[in-house]
């Protein structure tokens, strides 16, 4: 256990007024056990570990509105069960679910508190059963912080005992859920005030972030495919086609006719004509 408050010094006016005197570890436990609960540090520290589990679960800053509606509670006990009609209907039916979330709360946290107190009562008394393994001469403890030093390895002994148990695991996941619907519901009337004073409501704001969100997104990957594009390496340059050479004509050779003989002449002509036939 923790707690802001002077836990120190309580543990070492606990061990001056036993300084000197011999006292056994049942009265030293005693006398630690009223100055923790006489000085009220017992429901302080109760109070402190239920504002821890309040912010684990996610409602801080709320304990004013809480209190508002723990008296709105009282004073409108009997409106709270009556059937939600007339023109308003839809507000009184949100604001009796708010109410109603709160009480739900307020009963899971006295829950809490009651198994806080188990583990209290339980570290009072591993507290005393370590002291008394400590009377022996040569055991025995000299100083304050080594007391001090004892009470809280009871203490984390006796909690984790009460909290590894399944009554608590139960009483805190009620304390939990119990805790969302009604941070679900209070959230829901700053959303209807909001809208009502013309501010961004938290949906709105969700919504806006959304899109932010998937813009960088694309905005990403539009830049990482043009790095790509701008970066990729040149491909190597084609190498031209090889053409086939054109055939080569052929080649056309003459072939020389025989030679003609020579044609008459005109003076043979004459004479063969006056050859006389046989």
Request: charge should be positive; aromatic fraction near 6%.
């Amino acid at each position: 256990f923790r707690c802001a408050g002077g836990w120190y010094g309580t543990m070492q006016e606990v061990a001056s007024r036993s300084a000197g005197r011999d006292t056994t570890s049942a009265e030293v436990a005693q006398a630690w056990r009223e100055a923790v609960l006489g000085q009220g540090k017992g429901e302080g520290l109760l109070h402190w570990m239920l504002q821890g589990a309040q912010g684990s679960t996610g409602v801080q800053g709320s304990e004013a509105l809480i209190a508002l509606l723990e008296q709105l509670q009282q004073q409108a006990a009997p409106w709270l069960q009556s059937p939600a009609f007339g023109p308003a209907r839809e507000h009184q039916a949100r604001w009796q679910h708010l109410l109603r979330s709160q009480q739900a709360f307020q009963a899971h946290s006295k829950d809490y508190l009651a198994q806080m107190r188990e583990a209290l009562e339980a570290a009072f008394d591993l507290f005393e059963q370590r002291l008394a393994e400590h009377e022996q001469p040569g055991t025995q403890l000299t100083s304050a912080r080594a007391m001090f030093d004892l009470w809280i390895e009871a203490a984390l002994g006796a909690y984790a005992k009460v909290a590894l148990s399944g009554g608590f695991q139960n009483v805190f996941a009620d304390m939990g859920n119990a805790q969302m619907r009604l941070r679900a519901a209070l959230q829901e009337e700053v959303e209807q005030v909001s809208g009502r004073l013309g501010l961004p409501t938290r949906s709105e704001m969700d919504t806006a972030h959304r899109r932010i969100a998937d813009l960088e997104r694309q905005l990403r990957r539009l830049q990482a495919s043009v790095a790509q594009l701008v970066h990729r390496e040149p491909a190597p340059p084609k190498r031209p086609a090889r053409t086939k050479a054109p055939a080569a004509a052929p080649v056309k050779t003459r072939v020389k006719s025989p030679a003609k003989a020579p044609a008459k002449t005109a003076a043979a002509k004459r004479a063969a004509a006056r050859k006389p036939r046989p």
